[in-house]
């Protein structure tokens, strides 16, 4: 399979612990983006990187939130002392061409 | 930041009707118009897309249509068959980044 891939597909974890997501964009593709996504609703953006540059994040991502992209391919997505509230499905996309995006399978995060 | 309507929030057809869904934008600078399909549990993927020098984009039973002018665009989808049911996202870009509509359920009745 030579598309977006992300892991694990399922987390679940106790309040305040920390988690890790792991996603692997499409080999040529230079640009990531990561999305949270709640049931009924659309995906809500969160960080975007070009190569390994972070060029834009959202207000929604907290301090508690953290991504990286240390080499311009894989990319991590890191939530500390997690709430319920963080309960979500997080996806990856990635694009070669501006604004074209092909999604991930995501990682369902559950906080207990 | 861009504000992205989308409308209607549910829609259900009889197999072989035609449906419409249909997106605003407050952006004028946008000028990339992608619409996603994601069936229950699975990842959204892109149908179709149109951007600003266009006024319509069609595909086999899929179209898009755009009006810069009234900051609108539409998903058209004909003879709608139940393979057709799921979610389908709209998003506008503003300074890059896409800002997503809340999501149509359309549901085809057999």
């Known amino acids: 399979d030579t598309g977006v891939s992300q892991n694990p597909r399922h987390k679940i974890t106790k309040r305040g612990q920390n988690v890790t997501f792991r996603c692997d964009p499409i080999?040529?593709?230079?640009?990531l983006y990561w999305y949270r996504q709640t049931l009924g609703q659309g995906p809500e953006f969160l960080t975007y990187?070009?190569?390994?540059?972070?060029?834009?994040k959202s207000r929604l991502l907290s301090d508690r939130f953290s991504a990286e992209r240390p080499k311009g391919s894989f990319s991590t997505l890191e939530i500390q002392r997690t709430e319920q509230g963080d309960s979500a499905m997080y996806l990856c996309?990635?694009?070669?061409?501006?604004?074209?995006?092909?999604f991930g399978p995501g990682t369902r995060l559950t906080v207990l | 930041g861009e504000n992205v309507e989308q409308h209607p929030s549910t829609l259900s057809v009889q197999e072989g009707d035609s449906a419409v869904i249909k997106c605003t934008y407050s952006?004028?600078?946008?000028?990339?118009f992608p619409w996603y399909k994601q069936e229950l549990g699975k990842r959204p993927q892109l149908i179709i897309d149109?951007?600003?020098?266009?006024g319509e984009k069609k595909d086999q039973r899929i179209a898009v249509t755009l009006n810069k002018t009234a900051k609108h665009f539409s998903l058209h989808i004909t003879e709608t068959q139940p393979e057709d049911s799921a979610v389908y996202f709209c998003?506008?870009?503003?300074?890059?980044?896409?800002?997503f509509g809340r999501g149509t359920s359309l549901i085809v009745h057999p």
């Open positions: 996309a990635s694009s070669l061409r501006e604004n074209e995006q092909f």
């Open positions: 080999s040529e593709h230079n640009r």
């Open positions: 990187f070009q190569n390994e540059a972070q060029l834009e």
């Open positions: 952006d004028s600078a946008s000028n990339y």
């Open positions: 149109i951007r600003s020098n266009v």
């Open positions: 998003a506008a870009p503003s300074s890059y980044i896409p800002t």
